[in-house]
């Protein structure tokens, strides 16, 4: 039976642009899509300058912007739309804040009863793995690879939610890519990337994970256009365009720096975040695509529901799993809500879905601990892992998903 998915696919190589398009200048990547503008038109009159401007400084431009981009006057809003034409979008304010329609409230049936839920298992996993540098191994032990790992965690998440009421899809349902192209369909646009960046005669190949220079090389460029850029973007397509779900979950394992991946360091640290969208640096913002797709967030209002959503299931996945919120070192981030676990970040993921978007970065996958219950896998009931009784590690993820997402959902659909 072909399913669904696949039909997809296969009208998109005929329906998108070809990955060889010629880079398009001010766009943060020859990939991405030129922003539509006109798009936004719906959202004229649609919110207050205060409501407006609370969103920029406390969510999405974090870090300031300029006037050379986004100016705001007393009932208007100019943004930058295309960097060398200098043309400008006119964003009318409300007077009032229109009032919004409340949360739709639960049908008869469980707690997410109709709720259309898109689970994104990270990465992509199997023959891919090494290449998205999401696998390691560790002296005889098994290899932990992260996107086998969020593929198990979303097929058993999957019937949990619909037991619930929840219609739940899958952005990815197998350890293979989404984005019907492969690195070699990029070696073009790699070389126009490099050569942006300087470098007119690259080398092809790059001498394995350790060569220090392999980000110089069209193999490892065009490798990067295909498992972080196509993939995410075809990603992004597929539940814009055919999934529409309320909320996306992307589900993830962390991980601390791990070095040689034959011979991983290993760490004590163990810990968990949420992130959603926000907190867009300045470079980003310079880009056309990426400020219209903040644009595009912030007037969706998107913001306060899974900021809320993830401000409550980050607890409870804490209480869960007994992980310590993590501290960012980098300044791409800010903290949101009061929960202490959750950060604004510019990811490609929660910037392109357009929906509330709850992204799971739980467990360092390279502790000591996460491999031994890697070793472990799935089973019933506890077992000792390095002393201490402890449930499967897919099953504790799901548990803390499941509750916390009830626990949102109970509330908000009152
Ligand atoms: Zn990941």
Known sequence: MISPHRTFLYLCLFVFAPPFAL????????????????????????????EFERLLTGVYCTHGTSEELIRIDLAKACILMDHDAQTWFTLRFARHEPKR??????????????????????????????????WFKSGDALPVEEGEMTLRVAKMLAPKLRELGARVSFVRDKTEPVTPYRPNDFKETAREILKA????????????????????????????????????????????????????????FNAEAWGDERNPTLSDKNHLHLLVNGSYLPAE?????????????????????????????????????????????????????????????????????????????????????????????DYEGTRPINGVERPSIYREYVDGVVKGLVEYYRAARR
């Open 197 to 252: 960046g300087g470098n007119e005669n690259p080398r092809e190949e790059f001498d394995g994970p350790d060569d220090p220079l392999k980000d110089q090389t069209v193999r490892w460029q065009s490798e990067i256009l295909f498992y972080r850029n196509s993939e995410i973007r075809q990603r992004a397509r597929l539940v814009n365009s055919k999934l529409r779900p309320d909320v996306v979950l992307c589900l993830h």
């Open 101 to 134: 329609k409340s949360a739709s409230r639960r049908k008869k049936g469980g707690v997410l009863s109709g709720l259309r839920i898109a689970l994104d298992p990270g990465h992509i996993g199997g023959e891919w793995a090494k290449m998205e540098e999401r």
């Open 23 to 50: 880079a398009v200048d001010r766009l943060s990547i020859p990939l991405a899509d030129p922003p539509q503008w006109k798009t936004l038109a719906k959202y004229q009159n649609t919110i207050t300058r205060d």
């Open 285 to 377: 913002l310079e880009f056309d695509d990426e400020r219209f797709e903040m644009l595009q967030r912030l007037l969706s209002r998107v913001s306060e529901k899974e900021i809320a959503m993830a401000d409550t299931v980050a607890p409870v996945l804490a209480k869960e799993t007994g992980l310590p919120p993590y501290q960012y070192t980098t300044d791409n981030v800010i903290k949101v809500g009061t929960s202490g676990y959750v950060y604004a970040r510019n990811l490609m993921a929660t910037r392109l879905y357009r929906c509330p978007v709850v992204y799971f970065e739980p467990y360092v996958m390279n502790s000591n601990e996460v491999v031994a219950r890697v070793q472990a896998g």
